[in-house]
C-alpha cells in the first residue's frame, strides 16, 4: 500500500518553478516523481497569491505550525510539566527555567511557550512569577508632603561614567524595604550595580545610626579599593551618609525626590526578596538565618541580564576564582 507524504522544501521550490514555466500539475508531478493528486494539494495547501504558488511563504507557514505544535506537545510532558512547576516553586522565572531546561531534561521549551501553559492550562501557577500586575494608582491620591533635603548630598546626574554604565564593581544602590505597620523594623538592601550581588541585613530600627553602622558592616566585607560609589533615595535613614563615605572611601549620590526608577536595580532586587518576605511580614519575627537564606538564593539565582550567570557567578570571575 503506497502512503502519502509530503513535500520536503526543495521540492516545494521546484514546484513553484516548474508551474510558473508553464507546467500543469500533471506534467510538475511527473517532473517530481511524485503523483498528481500530490501536486493538488499541496497547491491547494500552500501559499498563493492571484493563483500563483509561494513556495518560500508556504514553508515558512508550515514551519511556524510545527513549532506551535512542537511547543505544545513538550508542553504536554509529564518530565516537562514537573520541572516547570518545580522551579516555578523555586521562584524562577520562565526565562530562567527556558535557560535550564535543556540541560537538566533533554527537552527544550521556551519562555513564551511557559508563560501561554501556565495561563492558559495552570492559572495557580502565576502565584510564583516575579512581576504581578499592578494596578495603576490614579493620580494626586495621596499629597507629597516636602522633605528636607539632606546635608551635602550630591545629585544622581553628578554620578560618574564608570558607575552609570557599569563598567567596574563597586557602584552600589542602596535602599530599606519596610516592615508591616506598626513595626519598626527594615530590610537594608546594597545591590551591586555590575554584578547584581546583593547584601541584606536586618534592622530592628530604622534609624540613620543603624543604617550607616550596617552598611559600613556589610560593605567592609569587600576590598576596600573595590568600594566607590553608592546612590540612595532621600530617605532619612540615609542621612550619615558622609560618615560612611569617610569610613569606607566612597562617594555618596541621591536620587531626585520620588524618583526610585533612578535606583530602579536595587527596586527590582526588593521585589525578589518580596517573594520571600511578603508584604505585612513583622520583621521583628524573622532571623538572621532566614536574611541568610533569601540573600544567597538571590545571589544564587540565574539572571537574564547577566546571560543566566548568578550573581555569585559573575563576582567571582571578577575576582579570577572558579565558580
Not at 152 to 180: M, Q, Y
Not at 207 to 212: A, G, L, N, R, V
Not at 254 to 281: A, D, M
Request: glycine share 4%.
Amino acid at each position: 500500500m503506497q502512503t502519502y507524504s509530503h513535500l520536503n522544501d526543495k521540492e516545494r521550490h521546484q514546484m513553484e518553478l516548474l508551474l510558473e514555466q508553464g507546467y500543469s500539475q500533471r506534467q510538475t508531478a511527473k517532473q517530481l516523481g511524485r503523483s498528481p493528486s500530490t501536486i493538488n494539494r499541496e497547491y491547494k495547501r500552500g501559499r498563493q497569491f492571484k493563483g500563483h504558488y509561494l513556495s518560500d511563504m508556504t514553508i515558512r507557514e508550515l514551519n511556524e505550525k510545527k513549532q506551535n505544535l512542537k511547543r505544545k506537545r513538550i508542553a504536554d510532558n509529564q518530565i516537562v510539566n514537573d520541572y516547570i512547576k518545580q522551579n516555578l516553586k523555586n521562584k524562577y522565572s520562565p526565562a530562567i527555567i527556558s535557560s535550564q531546561i535543556l540541560k537538566d531534561t533533554g527537552y527544550y521549551i521556551g519562555k513564551d511557550a511557559i508563560y501561554d501553559w501556565i495561563y492558559e492550562r495552570e492559572s495557580d501557577l502565576t502565584k510564583h512569577l516575579t512581576r504581578k500586575h499592578k494596578k495603576k494608582m490614579p493620580k494626586n491620591v495621596f499629597k507629597r508632603r516636602k522633605k528636607d533635603l539632606i546635608k551635602n548630598r550630591v545629585d544622581i546626574d553628578l554620578r560618574p561614567k564608570e558607575a552609570n554604565e557599569r563598567l567596574e564593581f563597586g557602584h552600589f544602590e542602596g535602599d530599606t524595604i519596610l516592615s508591616c505597620e506598626g513595626s519598626k523594623s527594615a530590610l537594608l538592601v546594597i545591590v551591586d550595580r555590575l554584578t547584581r550581588r546583593t547584601k541584606i541585613r536586618k534592622l530592628t530600627r530604622k534609624t540613620s545610626f543603624q543604617t550607616s553602622s550596617q552598611i559600613i558592616f556589610a560593605l567592609s566585607e569587600y576590598n576596600l579599593t573595590q568600594l566607590h560609589t553608592i546612590t540612595y533615595d532621600n530617605g532619612s535613614e540615609f542621612f550619615w551618609h558622609e560618615k560612611i563615605n569617610k569610613k569606607l572611601q566612597m562617594k555618596s549620590y541621591f536620587c531626585k525626590p520620588y524618583h526610585s526608577w533612578e535606583k530602579g536595580l536595587v527596586e527590582h532586587v526588593n521585589e525578589l526578596i518580596r517573594r520571600h518576605f511578603k508584604k505585612g511580614t513583622d520583621f521583628d519575627t524573622i532571623t538572621r538565618k532566614q536574611v541568610q537564606e533569601v540573600e544567597d538564593w538571590v545571589n544564587n539565582r540565574p539572571m537574564k541580564i547577566l546571560k543566566f550567570k548568578s550573581p555569585n557567578q559573575v563576582y567571582m570571575e571578577l575576582e579570577g576564582v572558579a565558580p
